[in-house]
């Protein structure tokens, strides 16, 4: 199901960016990927759900590199908010298209539904860049979190409005979140030694981000699964990472169902977790299911 699923959400990707949100029927989609139109209303109740899935999709993505980012011991916390913002950055770039043509081809009626599914998107990312600069200043920086948010947040749209990627994308991306990570990095130092007012708090902002905020709990699960995931897939010893991965594989069908015996799920993260190597994105996982 996983994997009918995923096939579906790229070929879906694939029909938008050529054809445009609109222009494009799931009928056409069910065709190219071998199944009926039912079945894919079993797993998107509505055409809308399916192209919030796709953009989800992406994101859990570049969330997911990025939170492997996050646990290169090898980066100063600095130094692994600058990849995460390059990562961020380049995964938007590579999908700038897909989401200006359907803004381009979505008519003047079906506009409003539209821009309440990229307002959704923009929350999600959001709520990233805060917990990116929480784990990177830690818990201090709490009182200006979205102060911050919003400065980082509109620098970055700034230089990607500006068309300042088009040449040598991979060079300037790299230095471009230097520049701006600095800057945050002056802006922070200031913040904690002034100690002014905030000027946006958490029920300034609770409109924006309260409904994503709920949906997060079930997408944090789902793209911690997906880090994890990956990281057994790296392991050199063969016969370890099958063993390994089996467990995942039970772990995932046990999250799966409606009622998960939870002492199954703290069985199968304690024998994972004591691998060194996987301690920490198992730690994350039990803080979200547990």
Not at 53 to 80: H, I, W
Not at 91 to 98: G, M, P, T, V
Not at 263 to 280: G, N, P, R, V, W
């Amino acid at each position: 199901m996983e994997d009918k699923k995923k096939q579906i959400l790229e070929a879906a990707a694939s029909f938008f960016s050529d054809k445009g949100y609109f222009s494009t029927s799931v009928q056409e989609i069910a065709e190219y990927c071998g199944v009926s139109k039912g079945s894919i209303y079993k797993l998107f109740p509505s055409k809308e759900q399916l192209l919030i899935e796709v953009f989800e999709y992406f994101q859990n993505n570049m969330f997911a590199k990025a939170e492997l980012a996050y646990f290169d011991e090898s980066l100063t916390p600095k130094e692994r908010l600058i990849k995460q913002i390059s990562l961020h950055i380049e995964d938007f770039l590579d999908k700038k298209e897909f989401i200006f043509i359907q803004l381009k081809e979505t008519p003047g009626n079906d506009k409003k539904k539209l821009e309440s599914i990229t307002a959704r998107m923009k929350a999600r990312v959001m709520l990233w860049e805060k917990e990116c600069l929480l784990k990177a200043y830690g818990e201090q920086i709490s009182p200006y979190g979205w102060d911050l948010v919003l400065m980082l947040h509109g620098s970055i749209k700034e230089y990607i409005h500006l068309g300042y990627f088009e040449i040598n994308t991979k060079e300037r991306v790299h230095k471009t979140a230097i520049f701006i990570i600095d800057r945050v990095d002056s802006m922070v130092s200031d913040l904690l030694r002034t100690k002014p007012k905030p000027l946006l708090t958490e029920q300034d902002i609770a409109q924006f981000t309260s409904q994503q905020q709920l949906d997060e709990t079930v997408n944090r699960l789902d793209y911690h699964l997906r880090v994890l995931e990956q990281v057994i897939k790296k392991y050199p010893n063969e016969q370890l990472k099958k063993d390994i991965h089996s467990s995942f594989l039970l772990l995932k069908q046990e999250l799966s169902k409606e009622a998960p015996q939870k002492f199954l799920i703290d069985a199968l993260l304690t024998y994972m977790e004591k691998e060194e190597q996987l301690y920490s994105f198992v730690q994350k996982l039990r803080s979200i299911v547990l």
